[in-house]
């Protein structure tokens, strides 16, 4: 079963312009992790955020996490049309770390050229 | 080594066949995992291994599934008797378990699909 939902479930944007997904999930986490997934690939890491962490940064992603609210955001800056992709968001819950991802249903990003 | 390699990318096969992937892990790591991924969905968790135990497996592995890693390497996923509802995307994944916040690592996937 899905742990929770991204919105919103599709965004088109023009290239350039900033693209903001959300999170939300039900349980207690140690960590939140977002991934990039092209049209029939695998999915690619693009970020993890600790659960004592509030905002974390890499070249044009912003991710917030805010465990009372159990949500967290991804902002990607100054789009570019290979952002073009599925993002999805997966918590781990586990007790010890690392056992078990489980994931969001995805937001279908467009950038249009 | 450049990353999770799966095999095969594609399968096609008729219901009631039975079908087998590999997935070769970064080498380094220590935990595998299997996920289903359906048409728009998210991915499910199946199994995941530590070294060659499997120390948890999902509901949704029903006993026509059967995981494997022999040597703490590569590992199979088995499906029996494949069933059109098997059809979606076989990923795995890998990860180093020493601390707690490590990335999981994917491979491309095997898509599946019975007929």
């Known amino acids: 079963s899905q742990q929770g939902e991204e919105d919103p479930q599709a965004l088109s944007i023009q290239e350039g312009e900033n693209a903001t997904m959300n999170c939300s999930y039900k349980?207690?986490?140690?960590?939140l992790q977002w991934y990039r997934q092209n049209s029939g690939r695998g999915l690619v890491h693009l970020i993890l955020i600790r659960s004592n962490e509030r905002e974390k940064h890499s070249g044009r992603l912003r991710v917030t996490l805010d465990t009372s609210k159990k949500s967290s955001s991804l902002l990607i800056t100054a789009s570019r049309a290979a952002d073009t992709a599925s993002y999805f968001c997966?918590?781990?819950?586990?007790?010890?770390?690392?056992?078990?991802?489980?994931f969001g249903t995805g937001t279908r990003l467009t950038i249009i050229p | 080594d450049t990353g999770v390699s799966q095999d095969p990318r594609h399968k096609i096969t008729k219901r009631g066949q039975n079908v087998t992937f590999r997935c070769d892990p970064i080498?380094?790591?220590?935990?595998l995992y299997w996920y289903r991924q359906t048409l728009g969905q998210g991915p499910e968790f199946l199994t995941y291994?530590?070294?060659?135990?499997?120390?948890?497996k999902s509901r949704l592995l029903s006993d026509r599934f059967s995981a494997e890693r022999p040597k703490g390497s590569f590992s199979t996923l088995e499906i029996q008797r494949t069933e059109q509802g098997d059809s979606a995307m076989y990923l795995c994944?890998?990860?180093?378990?020493?601390?707690?916040?490590?990335?999981?690592?994917f491979g491309q996937g095997t898509r599946l699909t019975v007929v």
């Open positions: 291994f530590q070294n060659e135990a499997q120390l948890e």
């Open positions: 994944a890998s990860s180093f378990s020493g601390t707690a916040n490590t990335e999981a690592f």
């Open positions: 349980t207690s986490i140690n960590n």
């Open positions: 080498s380094e790591h220590n935990r």
């Open positions: 997966a918590t781990d819950g586990s007790n010890f770390g690392n056992e078990k991802l489980t």
